[in-house]
């Protein structure tokens, strides 16, 4: 016995030593794990917070869909966050709090009136009556790049669950939270004896640390050593950790269902996709069926089981009454409470958007690696869902006359007064982080790259305007090859002599490469480098006709230069970064590049119209009918029709259309046979915010001889009016009968073929 006892013992104390050590393994599981790496996280993206303000044009139906699109409830009173009534000419809006990238705002009750059109015109606190310059919407959850373990969550801090939240939570799940060491064996054993009653189970004996541990570590198995694990495991977190940080961990971590693939985690994103709000912003009955969801997500699911919904949530508020959590009138109240309150069963509303691309490629230039998801970020953008979609229904309407599947296209919208990106499609499908055309694609520009050449001859007011006579002859040179080049016009004609604005309307092709020639490809080079060009760019005399590639990206950025009076910012998506905490990774600071005068610039917006108005895209009329007016725009094809561009603007937007093929096969379409009629079909489902022409200083109208391009005074023959730079400044010619050959500088007279010479013009 004695032999037998010592073995024993021996087994005992092994068996002891091989306990320590795993309970000591099992505590560092928990501890690094819970102290390094908690969460994954994902990178949730917003779209841009709609700003209301009575000078901003903003109209009534506009905000509608916006509040619609937020899950806002039209109520009797507006009473709570997230509601709004309407009544005549004026709305009353309780706006949400919200974590805006540069400022938390709180909620905010205001009343907007609208004017006879439809159009904010104030925009009041309520009741105080006092003025508010202006309130932003929260933005829309538009998409997000999910963790590595595929799980969805917002990560919240403990003070922003509402304490009625917590309450609740222990009442049903664990009313000894803070009273226990992690392990409650009462309850084990209460609920052991409970299911072998029931020769099933029917009751769990978990607290919640028990339960937060089963969620982060271990499986959902039932067996024996998954529960012995649960137990010691939960033993060393409660010893580890405060009560506090359990509960936080908790409420990130329990699970609300599926979303398309997506398990969606914690009470932030919980409270978003079954309400659309933040936690902080929950009622009662919104409380009661989040906390009773816990014990079966699928089987309380009040998109697929509102009955059983319904059930489950009165019996929580039953419980919240009974312990004086809320009082009757709140009881009675939430009874009454629709179970479903958010119309769309998805967390995010709309299909993945192309403009996501872009997004995903400038976060990982501003935050590199993975590291994020330990924190989990808030991306917010400039993306317009609404400009989107309006984009996205005129392409189809356009792609639909080209059966051929190959025939793809790309559209950029940017707001060109600060550079922000604010819609994209990458292909006549979703492109689907695939191959995306708007930024990913380098095709040659064509005839996009006189305007440039233009702009930066105008740029010498002494030696070019609007006026300036060019020569569109037959034109023979030494390319880089040293082979001879003689270019033609898409018409294959020559018009002689030709003002500055007629080559530019008309798209001619010698006039620009004569331009070219003389400020010099190497100048135009370097200078599109400066404007942010980037690849290879030839100093080639063919440059003047756009042999360089670019993206449509890249297009509307360099036309951002013109619409915007010579400044423009690098187009970016994002505005802001945050941690899911609220903390501040990353806020926009915009920074203005100059690339041309503002007085040259003018001109070429004035051309820019005119192309619209009398040019090569005056076929827009056709298709928008007058709101073509307000817009200006540059058509642009490319040898062989391989590439069918149009860029085009108005007082907001800038928008860049192209079309061609994948193979670079012809496509036989111009610019105003292809990309222009997509840009007017987009254009007539947004809208036009007509173009204000009116002239910078320094800038004024000035009368230019139709045969010399020479400035001279108001009242002579044979004269158009035309902007030009410095006119008030300059010494005018005075008014005679004009002789072309006499008015002629020398150096127009050397450069006119010797027929001209002899026999005029």
């Given amino acids: 016995m004695r032999k037998y006892f010592g073995l024993l013992l021996k087994l005992a104390l092994v068996g002891c030593a091989v306990l320590i050590f795993y309970v000591i393994y099992l505590d560092s599981v928990v501890t690094k794990r819970f102290t390094e790496a908690r969460y994954e996280a994902p990178a949730l993206l917003y779209s841009r917070a709609l ?80 003025p508010v310059d202006a309130i932003r919407l929260e933005p829309q959850l538009i998409g997000r790049f999910a963790s590595d373990n595929n799980e969805d969550r917002l990560l919240v801090g403990l003070e922003q669950v509402p304490v009625l939240m917590q309450q609740t939570l222990l009442l049903v799940e664990d009313r000894e939270f803070y009273h226990h060491r992690g392990v409650r064996p009462s309850s084990i054993l209460r609920a052991a004896v409970a299911n072998i009653r029931a020769g099933r189970t029917v009751q769990g004996g978990s607290t919640i640390t028990q339960q937060l541990v089963k969620n982060m570590f271990l499986t959902m198995d039932q067996h024996l050593t998954r529960k012995i694990n649960e137990a010691i495991m939960a033993l060393s977190l409660d010893y580890r950790f405060s009560k506090d940080e359990i509960l936080e961990a908790y409420f990130n971590e329990v699970f609300f269902g599926q979303d398309r693939g997506h398990a969606i985690h914690g009470v932030g994103l919980g409270s978003q996709f079954y309400f659309g709000k933040a936690p902080e912003d929950l009622t009662p009955p919104e409380i009661a069926q989040l906390i009773g969801m816990i014990r079966g997500p699928s089987l309380y699911n009040p998109y697929r089981n509102p009955e059983r919904a319904q059930d489950r949530r009165d019996f929580v508020l039953r419980l919240m009454y009974s312990h004086d959590l809320i009082s009757q009138t709140q009881y009675l109240a939430a009874l009454e409470a629709p179970v479903v309150t958010r119309q769309n069963y998805r967390l995010v509303a709309h299909s993945r958007p192309d403009y996501v691309d872009l997004v995903q490629q400038e976060l990982r230039r501003l935050i590199p690696g993975r590291a994020w998801q330990e924190t989990g970020l808030r991306v917010f953008t400039y993306f317009d869902p609404y400009l989107q979609a309006q984009a996205q229904h005129g392409m189809t309407q356009r792609m639909q006359e080209f059966p051929d599947q190959d025939m793809q296209t790309a559209v950029v919208i940017s707001d060109y007064r600060d550079g922000t990106v604010r819609a994209l499609i990458g292909g006549r499908t979703p492109v689907n982080a695939g191959f995306n055309r708007a930024f990913q694609a380098r095709r040659q520009i064509g005839s996009l790259m006189k305007p440039l050449v233009y702009t930066l001859a105008l740029e010498d007011s002494q030696r070019y305007s609007l006026g300036s006579i060019l020569y569109d002859e037959p034109l023979s040179m030494r390319n880089e090859r040293g082979q001879l080049w003689e270019p033609k016009n898409f018409d294959d004609e020559f018009l002689g002599p030709v003002s500055l604005l007629k080559s530019w309307v008309d798209s001619r092709n010698i006039p620009a490469i004569q331009v070219a020639q003389e400020i010099e490809p190497t100048r135009l080079r370097d200078h599109l480098y400066g404007l942010g060009m980037t690849g290879s760019i030839h100093a080639f005399p063919s440059l003047a006709l756009g042999t360089i590639e670019l993206s449509p990206l890249q297009v509307n950025h360099l036309y951002s230069y013109i619409a915007n009076h010579g400044v423009a910012y690098a187009p970016t998506t994002i505005a802001g970064i945050t941690t899911h905490r609220g903390d501040h990774l990353y806020v926009r600071e915009p920074r203005a590049i100059t690339g041309f005068s503002p007085e040259a610039a003018y001109l070429a917006r004035y051309a820019s119209h005119g192309v619209v108005q009398e040019g090569t895209g005056r076929s827009m009329h056709r298709i928008m009918g007058p709101e073509a007016t307000g817009v200006g725009g540059k058509t642009g094809s490319t040898n062989d029709l391989r590439d069918s561009w149009f860029v085009s603007f108005d007082e907001r937007y800038v928008m860049t259309t192209w079309m061609g093929r994948d193979d670079n096969q012809p496509i036989g379409l111009t610019g105003s046979r292809g990309a222009l009629i997509t840009a007017a079909t987009i254009w007539r489902e947004t809208g036009v915010v007509p173009l204000n022409l009116s002239m910078p200083e320094g800038v004024a109208m000035g009368h230019w001889n139709k045969f010399t391009g020479t400035l001279v005074a108001p009242g002579c023959n044979d004269t158009v009016q035309l902007p030009g730079i410095g006119v008030n400044d300059r010494e005018l010619t005075p008014c005679r009968d004009v002789d072309p050959e006499q008015d002629a500088t020398p150096e127009d007279r050397e450069r006119r073929p010797w027929w001209r010479r002899v026999f005029g013009d």
Wanted: overall charge negative.
């Fill in 51 to 130: 700003e209301l303000r009575p000078d901003y044009g903003i109209r009534r139906d506009e905000v509608v869909r916006e509040l619609g699109a937020l899950d806002y409830r039209e109520t009797r009173y507006a009473r709570n966050p997230g509601e709004f009534q309407q009544q005549g000419t004026q709305l009353l809006l309780f706006r949400r709090a919200f974590d805006f990238p540069d400022r938390y705002e709180h909620g905010q009750r205001v009343r907007l009136t609208f004017d006879q059109q439809g159009m904010l015109s104030d925009l009041v606190a309520w009741p105080s009556q006092e």
